[in-house]
């Protein structure tokens, strides 16, 4: 099983800040890993597959990048709407697999 | 408008079964791989299991292997989790989700299964 961490397991940072989230994988998922967002009684949203595409009604401040092991998901300037837990999901390999989550919280 | 809405949760004793079932609509529903995803407060998604388009390649997480089984009927757009031996480990919110981490990604809200005595 291809195990995802993510770090740092939490972000404080104040709004209009660059926020860098990583998720290192234990062996290569080539460039097939998600990033979700989510919220509080909500399910998870898709912000990126494939490492680097935005998914459909994604903000543009929203970025991926990375491939084999090591990726990052990337806000370019906080919103307050962007303060939420954040995960990272492979589907290179069965089963498919989630990191952890990293939570961005307001400073 | 692509639509998964599940059914089918509820409070059941442990060594106990349940069927959840989760309606598509808005999509081919035969075109896809669909799959069930749970989680619990506080902890991240898990993958349970995910079906191909024609029901001909099945896979399990091995925590649920031999215990839960997944189908799907093409014809009624539908897919179902039958879920027998529950343990207090299982309780969690259970997603239904079409292409998991793909561009064509999409899930319901969910419905919630608790396994207490």
């Known amino acids: 099983e291809i195990v995802l961490t993510q770090s740092p397991a939490t972000l404080s940072l104040s709004p209009g800040e660059r926020a860098t989230l990583s998720c290192r994988a234990s062996q290569s998922v080539s460039s097939y890993l998600a990033w979700y967002q989510q919220k509080p009684g909500q399910a998870p949203r898709l912000l990126i597959y494939d490492a680097s595409n935005r998914a459909t009604g994604i903000a543009a401040r929203f970025s991926g990048s990375g491939s084999g092991t090591d990726f990052t998901l990337t806000i370019s300037s906080l919103e307050p709407e962007d303060f939420a837990v954040y995960y990272c999901q492979q589907r290179n390999n069965w089963p498919l697999t989630f990191g952890g989550g990293t939570r961005v919280e307001i400073k | 408008e692509v639509q998964l809405v599940e059914s089918g949760g509820g409070l059941v004793q442990p060594g106990g079964s349940l069927r959840l079932s989760c309606a598509a609509s808005?999509?081919?529903?035969?075109?896809?791989?669909v799959h069930w995803v749970r989680q619990t407060p506080g902890k991240g998604p898990v993958w349970v299991s995910g079906?191909?388009?024609?029901?001909?390649?099945?896979r399990y997480a091995d925590s649920v292997k031999g215990r839960f089984t997944i189908s799907r009927d093409n014809a009624k757009n539908t897919l179902f989790l039958q879920m027998n031996s529950l343990r207090a480990e299982d309780t969690a919110v259970y997603y239904c989700?079409?292409?998991?981490?793909?561009?064509?990604?999409?899930w319901g809200q969910g419905t919630l299964v608790t396994v207490s005595s």
């Open positions: 079906m191909n388009p024609d029901g001909s390649s099945i």
């Open positions: 989700a079409r292409a998991v981490g793909s561009g064509s990604h999409s």
């Open positions: 808005g999509f081919t529903f035969s075109n896809y791989w």
